[in-house]
């Protein structure tokens, strides 16, 4: 006569229970990449959360001849617990009832979990006033509206230089490009 083996109901709990804290380790990690699986438990990321920014960047925009220019729209999770941020944010610069631009990205990005303090930056493209086929769609703004993706809720945040100075965003066309959101260094 064989014996069978079979683990007991406490071992085959304990599996369990390590199999479910590995996936939670893997959605907190401080990983700069995007996060492997969404735990249902985190929270998406909402506007009033987050620590908005909005800074030009320093570069071709100042060349003759350049035909684009870069800034960066930072979120740092100032909440009290993490949270996921699952998609592009919602921009929209505007000059006042008239014209107004609008951030756009392509594809699906990846969820990003965002411990407390940790933040997400999201790369802009744009093409300046007075560059050449620029066009007459311009706006002229020191502040834009953004929103965390799926929130309704608005923040207003200002226009900044790479040196954290007032500045004024001078854009023209009817979007802005935006790069797939990216975790980046705690507190940017």
Same mark, same amino acid.
């Given at each position: 006569?064989?014996? +069978? /083996? *079979?683990?007991?109901?406490?071992?085959?709990?304990?599996?369990? @229970?390590?199999?479910?804290? +590995?996936?939670?380790?893997?959605? &907190?990690?401080?990983? &700069?990449?995007?996060?492997?699986?969404?735990?249902?438990?985190?929270? %998406?990321?909402?506007?009033?959360?987050? &620590?908005?920014?909005?800074?030009?960047?320093? !570069?071709?925009?100042?060349? %003759?001849?350049?035909?684009?220019?870069?800034? *960066?729209?930072?979120?740092?999770?100032?909440?009290?617990?993490?949270?996921?941020?699952?998609?592009?944010?919602?921009?929209? /610069?505007?000059?006042?009832?008239?014209?107004? /631009?609008?951030?756009?990205?392509?594809?699906?990005?990846? %969820?990003?979990?965002?411990? !407390?303090?940790?933040?997400? +930056?999201?790369?802009?493209?744009?093409?300046? *006033?007075? +560059?050449?086929?620029?066009?007459?769609?311009?706006?002229?703004?020191?502040?834009?509206?953004?929103?965390?993706?799926?929130?309704?809720?608005?923040?207003?945040?200002?226009?900044?230089? @790479?040196?954290?100075?007032?500045?004024?965003?001078? @854009?023209? !066309?009817?979007?802005?490009?935006?790069?797939?959101? *990216?975790?980046?260094?705690?507190?940017?």
């Amino acid at each position: 006569m064989s014996a +069978t /083996i *079979r683990p007991a109901g406490a071992l085959a709990a304990l599996t369990a @229970a390590l199999a479910a804290l +590995t996936a939670a380790f893997a959605l &907190t990690a401080c990983d &700069t990449g995007p996060a492997a699986a969404p735990d249902a438990a985190v929270p %998406p990321c909402r506007t009033a959360s987050l &620590t908005w920014r909005l800074s030009l960047l320093d !570069g071709d925009a100042g060349r %003759p001849g350049a035909d684009r220019a870069d800034a *960066r729209l930072t979120a740092v999770n100032r909440g009290p617990g993490a949270c996921l941020f699952t998609g592009y944010p919602s921009l929209e /610069i505007h000059n006042g009832k008239a014209e107004s /631009i609008v951030g756009t990205g392509s594809g699906h990005p990846a %969820p990003l979990a965002l411990p !407390g303090e940790a933040a997400v +930056t999201v790369g802009l493209r744009y093409t300046p *006033r007075g +560059t050449e086929g620029a066009g007459t769609w311009c706006v002229r703004q020191h502040q834009a509206v953004v929103r965390a993706p799926h929130d309704t809720r608005a923040a207003v945040v200002p226009v900044e230089d @790479a040196h954290g100075k007032a500045a004024v965003l001078d @854009a023209c !066309g009817e979007t802005i490009a935006m790069a797939a959101p *990216r975790r980046a260094a705690n507190g940017s």
